[in-house]
C-alpha cells in the first residue's frame, strides 16, 4: 500500500511541476510568455505526449482520491478542465469533464483548500472551472475570486492577474447575454440563435482575445 501511495503522489507532483515549473517572477515578458504556453497552445503537443494515459484514467474516478489535499485537487482540477481541452480540442469531449471539474472546484473552495494554496496562478486554475461553466452565478464567483487576487497578489503578478479577471468579468457578460457560450454550439451540435450568430461573426470571443505583452 505505501508503495502505491507514493506512486500516486508522484503522478499529481508530475502533473504541477509542469504545469507550474517554469512560472517566472518579476518579469513580465517571461509572464506573457508563459500565458501564451497557458492559453494558446503551447503546451499542447507536450500534454498529448506526457499525460494522454493519465487523463484517460480522470473520467474513470481512478484520479478522484486526489481530491483529498489542496495540491492534489489543484492537479486533478488540472486534468480535467485543461488536460481535456488540450487532449480533445475541435471536439466535443473538450468540455465533457466540465461538470466533474467543476464540482471539485466548488468543494475545493468550501473545504478550504482553494483558500491552502500560496500563489495567485495556483488559485487561478483551482477555479477556473467555475469561468468555464455556463450558471451565471458560478461566473459571478469566478470573477469576485479574479478580483480578489488581483488586489492580493504581489504587484509583478497585477498586470496579468487583472487581464485573468477581466476575462472572467467578459466571460461573465457572454453568460449572462446569451446563457450560454456561442462559441461551443457548432462542437455541442446546439442551434445557434440569430443574436448568437451575429456575435460569432464580429470573431471578437473572448478566449481569443490577445494576451498582454
Known amino acids: 500500500m505505501e508503495v502505491a501511495l507514493i506512486s500516486k503522489n508522484e503522478e499529481f507532483e508530475e502533473v504541477l511541476r509542469f504545469w507550474f515549473s517554469s512560472l517566472p517572477t518579476g518579469d513580465h515578458a517571461a509572464m506573457a510568455r508563459q500565458m501564451e504556453w497557458w492559453f494558446r497552445g503551447g503546451a499542447d503537443a507536450e500534454i498529448i505526449e506526457r499525460f494522454s494515459p493519465l487523463f484517460v484514467r480522470a473520467p474513470k474516478g481512478e484520479l478522484d482520491n486526489w481530491s483529498q489535499s489542496p495540491r492534489s485537487r489543484l492537479a486533478l482540477i488540472i486534468v480535467l478542465d485543461q488536460f481535456s481541452r488540450t487532449i480533445h480540442r475541435g471536439a466535443a469531449q473538450a468540455f465533457a469533464q466540465d461538470p466533474k471539474a467543476l464540482r471539485f472546484a466548488l468543494e475545493g473552495i468550501e473545504i478550504g483548500h482553494y483558500a491552502a494554496l500560496t500563489t495567485p496562478w495556483e488559485k487561478t486554475f483551482f477555479f477556473l472551472p467555475l469561468g468555464h461553466s455556463e450558471e451565471l452565478a458560478n461566473l459571478e464567483r469566478a470573477v469576485n475570486l479574479a478580483e480578489e487576487l488581483v488586489k492580493e497578489a504581489p504587484r509583478e503578478h497585477r498586470d496579468m492577474l ?35 450568430l451575429e456575435y460569432l461573426a464580429t470573431g471578437q470571443l473572448v478566449h481569443t482575445r490577445s494576451l498582454p505583452t
Open 162 to 196: 487583472e487581464f485573468s479577471a477581466n476575462q472572467a468579468r467578459s466571460h461573465r457578460d457572454v453568460i449572462a447575454r446569451f446563457g450560454r457560450h456561442p462559441h461551443r454550439n457548432e462542437l455541442l451540435r446546439r442551434q445557434s440563435t440569430p443574436e448568437e
